[in-house]
């Protein structure tokens, strides 16, 4: 499915009034796991209150022991204090890198903003090498807009 087909469904599901915050950031994950072959693990991050840390959210994919990542630290931790968008093509080539698995090759992280403040980030891993374009930046922008709704609404 491509990133333009895959748009509405990310918004049906945001949209979707019978459904609460935590069960639609997983359906999300489903939806791109399952829809954009080399998403091998799909999955949010947020700061945790007002320390310099990231929590685990929901995710798609194999099990994580990295529940908390502190600011700075990995390309998530990085993320969180850059608050930009971090591509790369291969992780053996990061020296911040914290390895989640060993068949992982590639991994993109997109700062989630609300309110222009970066609450957390959306990750994804590949087990290909090289495997994130700039379609993939604009693609996880828009993913993060629509998620950024979620924590707005009253």
Request: charged share 25%.
């Amino acid at each position: 499915m491509t990133f333009e087909e895959l748009k509405p469904k990310v918004t049906d599901i945001i949209t979707d009034v019978r459904t609460l915050r935590e069960e639609k950031l997983q359906k999300i994950c489903h939806l791109l796991h399952d829809n954009v072959d080399y998403y091998d693990w799909v999955g949010f991050y947020f700061r945790n209150g007002d320390k310099e840390e990231l929590v685990i959210g929901p995710y798609v994919g194999e099990y994580t022991e990295h529940t908390v990542i502190p600011f700075g630290k990995g390309i998530c931790g990085q993320v969180a204090v850059s608050n930009k968008n971090f591509v790369v093509p291969d992780v053996s080539a990061q020296d911040n890198y914290i390895a989640c698995s060993m068949t992982v090759k590639s991994e993109i992280v997109v700062p989630l903003f609300v309110d222009g403040k970066n609450i957390g980030q959306i990750d994804i891993d590949s087990e290909v090498l090289d495997a994130f374009n700039e379609a993939d930046e604009r693609f996880l922008e828009y993913v993060n807009q629509q998620v950024a709704k979620l924590f707005t609404e009253k």
